[in-house]
């Protein structure tokens, strides 16, 4: 393994561990104590994860919203495995919701061959993997996010109305028991709340990576979800908790 995919790694454990300690790390990544430090020093310096006695923790304050370039290929094996799963719940003639978010995205990768399907979505991306295959597309009206290519709903441009959406994919950034799913901004959520309120039946694609965080803007509580598809790497603690709810929550194998 490179230096670089090392240190990608080790900030991937800790974003799901929040607290290493380093013989841990050494045995997770097979590598030297000696070797491990140095790349824990640099990791240091870029003020990604900071050092504990004994060990290392994830600097969550430098975690925001990563830009969808990083996301788009941050834990993508996940998210590719997380959005075949959501291609199996959609069936011919079905009439969807498909979020802006890099997970959502690869769903449209794994739906081109279904028959009379309908896809609404707000994400340009997946417009431009959907656009020469035979799915009927239709793009909320609204103003476009550059950063996050996608449009971000106003009433008085789509008639929301009058949509029959059987089934919605969103995305979210954190997931908790007490509060549900959330988001950074402020309009996609406003978008994801009327997607949900329009939708049979809402699915939640998200990694692992989002469990545990309540981010800046809620979006809705887990009793307005119907599932939450995620990838093996999550804390056996959350698979517990979800059992008290009513959610029914999709983890894969590795």
Known sequence: M???ER???IV???MIKKVMKLTELTKELNVSIDTLRRDISLLT???KIEKIYGGVKIVEEN???STMDERMVSHLKEKETIAQKCSEYIQDGDCIYIDSGSTTFQIAKYIKTKKKLTVITNSIPVILELLNSDIELIIIGG???RDERSVVTYEYLFNFSQLNIQKAFICASGITIEKGISDYNVEEAITRKKMIELSNEIYVAADSTKFGKNVTIGIAP???IDYVI???NINKLFINQFKKTNTNLIVLEA
Do not use: A, C, N, V
């Open 230 to 232: 995620t990838d093996h």
């Open 45 to 47: 310096k870029q003020g």
């Open 2 to 4: 490179f230096p670089l």
């Open 222 to 224: 887990l009793s307005e």
């Open 12 to 14: 991937e454990l800790l």
């Open 143 to 145: 103003k476009i996010r």
């Open 63 to 65: 975690f925001g919203e």
């Open 7 to 9: 240190q990608k790694k």
